[in-house]
RNA sequence: GCUGGCGUAGCUCAAUCGGUAGAGCACCGGUUUUGUAAACCGGAUGUUAGGGGUUCAAGUCCCCUCGCUAGCUCCA
């Protein structure tokens, strides 16, 4: 999403000496301004036909349909609706309003509360009339002084409040449209439409609540939400697709296709039924192969551990809120009795309020339980690991030492954002810890892009984004190891020459990372795989190896993941192929159906056939009619449907339909089999085997 | 966690003003033996998420809890 803030633009600079004019009287005197111009480009920057500019700019008109003009579009689109809501609802405050990826909001402060869906139906119908009133949009340039008073007059805080933000030297712009009486002004860097009338195609879509500044501690706004395109044409086309994501959402795919589902009593913790443990076996099954030739060895550790164990590692001071703590059952009491003695210790005998007795509980979970008598289901594997490697002494000839955990952790997340497979509170990932010498970290960061690029190509996701978080706020460590680690990640992209967005402040705690994000086939991007470069955590469990010098050294761990979560991997991967898996990974490569239970016993035999050349065939034998058969294997979206009748079973044959491509027409078994298992590996049909990593 | 919305049969959804909880699919039994997206007949299916309240009467109105959901915040 591209919050483009609407305030603080300086709009041109410009050299006071020059003559100055609009975009408008230039195109004019060119012959070019007309109906369908939105705003012009000046270089890099988009502006409207009324800011004035040098009188000798070189500008281009940005036409309706023009890339750039959508923005704009939906931006003033975003006043109308802000426009309408205050006609509607007088005493709603305005605060800010921008263009997102596919449409706008703008957040208001109504004293009533949120608005309805049938609010949003009234807004659009005052919007459609302000639009038909075609009223061009005026810009003007004002002193902070008059702006500030212009807004706190009509009692609009939040707008006086961004005015005071607004650094000095910066122009102070406002946007009015509508007729004299009638007209609505408001705070805005631009560029907008000249005409109200551009707006053609308009729908408000969701209403949510929104915090001021994006702050938790600040008031809760109302945001409304729209989108808006220049033909009513191309709204449809957007309304359609996200029909289509609807209908691929992995939830409702989950359930239709059996693959996994959830219940209350274990709230963001999936089941995986039979067909989806399949393919999620098949994916880890994926990665375990391509270990062996990348150098990992897998491991198996524990689920639940002391709390000195996070409490080394960090994860006490950092992540524990995201943590499940369990009590043995032995300790129960215990605990309840220590608790006690503990306040009336610190009471003193005396009586104490709730609050202050609030206060000793938190002091008592964190300063005595938490360091005794809680176990901490783990939320990562990387304490464990350090247990293994520390276990005995290293020689820097075994490094570096890749161990690979598919453990389940579990991550206590706010109610509020767990969602389908996506975000849980149960998962495993593909991880692996990889310790190394200080040396080989850019050489390890380079091999294992390349292993992440082959495996997401057997998963068809070819567009991949990758961002560079660095240092957080909340963090383990020295300034110098996050130099360093910043450092030897960049080097390795740049060596590989691959493209990157830098994000700081959104690093691990213990180390900066990189993130993989990748687009799917409705175009939405998804974080998948994450490096990390940690000096922290090696030294917090003073981790060691002999050098060839004979001298103790301190390793360097990266933690990576290639899927990241194997479960969210898996909802992405539901919609990526609509539940239509490919060969290698579908739960049933072939379903064999009989025309009538006449053929069940060639059926059969062509199932054992099949089964025993490794592909993984079920059948269906019903007394269904074969059209009704193939309505339900079409539903199922197994790749291949196998149809048997008497002509079949004559000539000891098959008659194959392809999910993809459909009727193939009458083949033998053996035939039949070796274009099944062609295509049976990761990519598809005709891809390689991704290369090697080493 | 916060702000909205939602929760009725395994699934998708009805139920007018507060007045006997219903349909299709799936399921079960039977008939049918079928050639590329739904054969026919019959049957069973509910603590209307859970708890409390208002009322002669609650799926429907009110309160609480749980879950789901769109966003916000978070995402190590």
């Given at each position: 999403m591209t919050h483009q803030a609407n305030v603080r633009r300086q709009t041109q600079s410009m050299s006071e000496s020059k003559e100055r004019t609009t975009p408008a009287e230039l195109l004019t005197s060119k012959g070019l301004l007309d109906a369908a111009?939105?705003?012009?480009?000046?270089?890099?920057?988009?502006?409207?036909?009324?800011?004035?500019?040098d009188a000798d700019a070189a500008i281009e008109p940005i036409r309706v349909g023009d890339p750039g003009a959508l923005d704009v579009i939906r931006h003033s689109t975003a006043h109308v609706m802000a426009d309408a809501v205050q006609r509607l609802f007088p005493g709603t405050k305005v605060t800010i309003g921008p263009c997102t990826e596919d449409g706008f909001y703008y957040d208001f402060d109504r004293p009533d509360g949120a608005f309805t869906d049938a609010d949003l139906r009234k807004i659009e119908k005052v919007m459609r009339e302000i639009v038909k009133a075609n009223s061009p949009f005026r810009r003007e340039i004002v002193s902070r002084d008059e702006a500030k008073e212009r807004f706190a007059k009509l009692g609009e805080t939040y707008k006086v409040e961004i005015i005071e933000g607004i650094p000095e030297g910066e122009d102070i712009s406002l946007y009015t449209h509508g007729a004299k009486g009638k007209d609505w002004t408001d705070l805005c860097a631009g560029p907008h439409v000249p005409s109200t009338g551009m707006l053609a195609a308009v729908k408000l879509t969701s209403v949510a609540g929104a915090y001021w500044r994006g702050d938790e501690r600040n008031p809760m706004l109302q945001r409304i939400y729209g989108t808006a395109f220049h033909t009513q044409e191309a709204l449809d086309e957007h309304l359609?697709?996200?029909?289509?994501?609807?209908?691929r959402d992995h939830r409702k795919l989950g359930k239709e296709l059996e693959l996994f589902m959830f219940h209350e009593w274990a709230p963001a913790m999936p089941f995986f039924y039979p067909r989806g443990a399949k393919v999620y076996n098949k994916m880890v099954g994926y990665l375990r192969d391509l270990y062996v030739d990348a150098g990992y060895e897998e491991v198996i550790t524990p689920q639940i551990y002391d709390t000195k164990l996070y409490k080394t590692s960090g994860h006490l001071a950092n992540y524990r809120e995201n943590m499940y703590f369990g009590i043995p059952s032995d300790s129960l009491e215990g605990i309840l009795e220590a608790f006690e003695a503990f306040v009336s210790k610190q009471a003193a005998g005396g009586a104490i309020t709730s609050e202050q007795r609030k206060a000793l509980r938190e002091e008592f979970l964190a300063r005595e339980i938490l360091e005794a008598r809680f176990a901490g289901a783990k939320p990562m594997n990387c304490p464990g690991h350090c247990l293994m490697y520390a276990s005995r002494r290293r020689s820097y000839r075994e490094l570096p030492w890749r161990i690979a955990d598919f453990g389940r952790l579990h991550r206590y997340e706010r109610g509020g954002v767990v969602h389908g497979l996506a975000r849980v509170r149960s998962f495993s990932q593909d991880d692996a810890h990889i310790f190394c010498m200080p040396e080989q970290v850019q050489e390890e960061i380079t091999k294992f892009n390349r292993l992440l690029y082959a495996i997401y190509r057997a998963f068809d996701f070819k567009d991949v984004h990758i961002k560079l978080a660095t240092r957080p706020e909340k963090r383990i460590g020295t300034d110098d190891m996050w130099d360093r680690a910043e450092k030897a990640l960049e080097a390795a992209l740049?060596?590989?020459?691959?493209?990157?967005?830098?994000?700081?402040?959104?690093?691990?705690?213990?180390?900066?990372?990189?993130?993989?994000?990748?687009?799917?086939?409705?175009?939405?991007s998804w974080q998948?795989?994450?490096?990390?470069?940690?000096?922290?955590?090696?030294?917090?469990?003073e981790l060691e190896y002999v050098g060839s010098d004979g001298a103790m050294h301190r390793p360097v761990m990266l933690h990576r993941a290639i899927l990241g979560s194997v479960e969210r991997f898996m909802g992405v991967y539901i919609e990526h192929c609509g539940g239509a898996f490919p060969v290698w990974i579908a739960p049933e490569q072939v379903t064999l159906l009989t025309v009538s239970e006449k053929q069940e016993a060639y059926a059969l035999e062509a199932k054992a056939y099949l089964s025993g050349r490794g592909i993984r065939v079920i059948t269906d034998l019903s007394s269904d009619k074969l059209g009704a058969k193939i309505r339900n294997a079409r539903m199922m979206r197994y790749p291949y449907l196998g149809i048997i009748g008497d002509r079949e079973a004559e000539t000891r044959s098959i008659s194959p339909r392809s999910h993809v491509d459909g009727e193939l027409g009458s083949m033998t078994l053996v035939s039949f089999a070796d274009r099944v298992l062609a295509e049976a590996v990761p990519g598809g049909q005709g891809a390689q085997q991704p290369p090697k990593t080493e």
């Amino acid at each position: 999403m591209t919050h483009q803030a609407n305030v603080r633009r300086q709009t041109q600079s410009m050299s006071e000496s020059k003559e100055r004019t609009t975009p408008a009287e230039l195109l004019t005197s060119k012959g070019l301004l007309d109906a369908a111009v939105v705003a012009v480009r000046i270089g890099k920057e988009i502006v409207d036909v009324h800011t004035l500019v040098d009188a000798d700019a070189a500008i281009e008109p940005i036409r309706v349909g023009d890339p750039g003009a959508l923005d704009v579009i939906r931006h003033s689109t975003a006043h109308v609706m802000a426009d309408a809501v205050q006609r509607l609802f007088p005493g709603t405050k305005v605060t800010i309003g921008p263009c997102t990826e596919d449409g706008f909001y703008y957040d208001f402060d109504r004293p009533d509360g949120a608005f309805t869906d049938a609010d949003l139906r009234k807004i659009e119908k005052v919007m459609r009339e302000i639009v038909k009133a075609n009223s061009p949009f005026r810009r003007e340039i004002v002193s902070r002084d008059e702006a500030k008073e212009r807004f706190a007059k009509l009692g609009e805080t939040y707008k006086v409040e961004i005015i005071e933000g607004i650094p000095e030297g910066e122009d102070i712009s406002l946007y009015t449209h509508g007729a004299k009486g009638k007209d609505w002004t408001d705070l805005c860097a631009g560029p907008h439409v000249p005409s109200t009338g551009m707006l053609a195609a308009v729908k408000l879509t969701s209403v949510a609540g929104a915090y001021w500044r994006g702050d938790e501690r600040n008031p809760m706004l109302q945001r409304i939400y729209g989108t808006a395109f220049h033909t009513q044409e191309a709204l449809d086309e957007h309304l359609r697709l996200l029909e289509e994501a609807k209908k691929r959402d992995h939830r409702k795919l989950g359930k239709e296709l059996e693959l996994f589902m959830f219940h209350e009593w274990a709230p963001a913790m999936p089941f995986f039924y039979p067909r989806g443990a399949k393919v999620y076996n098949k994916m880890v099954g994926y990665l375990r192969d391509l270990y062996v030739d990348a150098g990992y060895e897998e491991v198996i550790t524990p689920q639940i551990y002391d709390t000195k164990l996070y409490k080394t590692s960090g994860h006490l001071a950092n992540y524990r809120e995201n943590m499940y703590f369990g009590i043995p059952s032995d300790s129960l009491e215990g605990i309840l009795e220590a608790f006690e003695a503990f306040v009336s210790k610190q009471a003193a005998g005396g009586a104490i309020t709730s609050e202050q007795r609030k206060a000793l509980r938190e002091e008592f979970l964190a300063r005595e339980i938490l360091e005794a008598r809680f176990a901490g289901a783990k939320p990562m594997n990387c304490p464990g690991h350090c247990l293994m490697y520390a276990s005995r002494r290293r020689s820097y000839r075994e490094l570096p030492w890749r161990i690979a955990d598919f453990g389940r952790l579990h991550r206590y997340e706010r109610g509020g954002v767990v969602h389908g497979l996506a975000r849980v509170r149960s998962f495993s990932q593909d991880d692996a810890h990889i310790f190394c010498m200080p040396e080989q970290v850019q050489e390890e960061i380079t091999k294992f892009n390349r292993l992440l690029y082959a495996i997401y190509r057997a998963f068809d996701f070819k567009d991949v984004h990758i961002k560079l978080a660095t240092r957080p706020e909340k963090r383990i460590g020295t300034d110098d190891m996050w130099d360093r680690a910043e450092k030897a990640l960049e080097a390795a992209l740049v060596e590989a020459g691959l493209a990157f967005e830098v994000t700081p402040g959104e690093g691990a705690f213990y180390g900066p990372k990189l993130e993989f994000h990748v687009r799917d086939a409705l175009k939405r991007s998804w974080q998948l795989g994450t490096i990390q470069v940690d000096y922290a955590m090696p030294e917090s469990f003073e981790l060691e190896y002999v050098g060839s010098d004979g001298a103790m050294h301190r390793p360097v761990m990266l933690h990576r993941a290639i899927l990241g979560s194997v479960e969210r991997f898996m909802g992405v991967y539901i919609e990526h192929c609509g539940g239509a898996f490919p060969v290698w990974i579908a739960p049933e490569q072939v379903t064999l159906l009989t025309v009538s239970e006449k053929q069940e016993a060639y059926a059969l035999e062509a199932k054992a056939y099949l089964s025993g050349r490794g592909i993984r065939v079920i059948t269906d034998l019903s007394s269904d009619k074969l059209g009704a058969k193939i309505r339900n294997a079409r539903m199922m979206r197994y790749p291949y449907l196998g149809i048997i009748g008497d002509r079949e079973a004559e000539t000891r044959s098959i008659s194959p339909r392809s999910h993809v491509d459909g009727e193939l027409g009458s083949m033998t078994l053996v035939s039949f089999a070796d274009r099944v298992l062609a295509e049976a590996v990761p990519g598809g049909q005709g891809a390689q085997q991704p290369p090697k990593t080493e």
